[in-house]
């Protein structure tokens, strides 16, 4: 290397030191990002959780939706500890990554429920739960918060420590030291997905499927079908009916989340020529008119994508046992 060369190198190093100290945090603890992370890591863990609750409540038997549901859980989880753990000692660029890295898993989940809100997902249509909602707010607040701390600016005494290692430390120590353009641009990007994500939610949230159907006008056809050598009741469209064993003849005990996830047969009977069995209507609450077979109330599960079917069998959810609807001739 010639003189000049070296010279030259030289002054680029205490030029990019000076640039870095144009997007860096005064030495000390850097309250900032330690809040930044902790908030973050929390929202990863808390959407991680909400996932393991509707995973556990019925999601678990939905194929293919069910792995994605316990993938999203553990990558949740993960992350969340990754960006809580990574700091102090660690390089800058560890801890950029690991909240890029949430940022990108909260907007990826947010879009795959708004997929599945509009166009449906592997065959499963969502359906408008206050568990969704909340979920869909913490990603967003998530996301909003861990790109914050990706793009934040780095600690000065951080910066100086990346600086000292040398050239080759101060070349690669970019991501220490975003300049103010790029931090920026990059914030006003994010900012602005920020807000496209929240709005395409609300849009989504309007327009989804409400929990459970709240008319009770329409005439509602009961069939059979045999699934696995049984004989069990059906709607009209072919999708098997099932029976809560906490309900008594004349109380539906299913309600809010449970009836999202389980919609009661609302309407009035007509049944099929030669279907055995009472058939009858209990009130709900709210004044829909739920139909009952020998006494049972109805309902159909959200697991059931096609006629034929009969996921919701012998599934201990919401608060109680699950079973298809024998029919004896």
């Known amino acids: 290397m010639t003189r000049r060369e070296t010279t030259t190198r030289q002054a680029e190093i205490p030029a990019a030191a000076e640039a870095g100290k144009q997007h860096a945090e005064p030495p000390g603890p850097g309250w900032r990002t330690i809040t ?12 991680g959780a909400i996932h393991l609750d509707l995973y556990l409540t019925g999601y678990r038997t939905i194929p293919v939706i069910g792995w994605l549901f316990l993938l999203q859980v553990i990558a949740a989880f993960g992350l969340g500890l990754v960006v809580l753990a990574i700091g102090g000692r660690l390089p800058v660029i560890a801890g950029r990554l690991a909240a890029a890295a949430g940022a990108g898993f909260a907007l990826a989940t947010l879009g795959g429920y708004l997929l599945s809100v509009w166009t449906g997902l592997f065959g499963f249509h969502e359906v408008r739960t206050t568990a969704g909602l909340a ?63 929240a709005v395409l939610f609300g849009v989504a949230l309007a327009g989804a499927s409400p929990p459970a159907p709240a008319a009770a006008s329409t005439v509602t056809g009961l069939k059979t079908t045999v699934i696995g050598g049984t004989t069990v009741l059906t709607n009209a469209r072919g999708f098997t009916l099932y029976s809560f064993a906490p309900d008594t003849p004349t109380t ?40 009952t077979y020998n006494g049972h109330p109805l309902y159909t599960y959200i697991g059931d994508s096609a006629p034929g079917q009969a996921r919701g069998n012998n599934l201990n959810l919401n608060g109680g046992l699950w079973h298809e609807v024998p029919v004896s001739r």
């Open 252 to 291: 539906s005990k299913c309600y809010g989340s449970c009836a999202a996830y389980w919609p009661p047969v609302t309407g009035t009977a007509a049944a099929s020529p030669g279907l055995p069995g009472r058939i009858g209507t209990i009130t709900r609450t709210g004044g829909a008119r739920q139909l």
């Open 36 to 47: 930044l992370r902790v908030a973050g890591a929390g929202l990863l863990i808390a959407a």
């Open 135 to 197: 979920a869909g707010v913490i990603e967003v607040a998530a996301f909003a918060v861990l790109a914050a701390l990706a793009l934040g600016p780095a600690r000065a005494d951080a910066a100086a420590k990346a600086r000292a290692d040398g050239a080759a430390a101060t070349r690669s120590g970019f991501p220490a030291q975003i300049p103010p353009a790029v931090a920026r641009t990059a914030a006003t990007t994010s900012a602005a997905l920020a807000v496209a994500a």
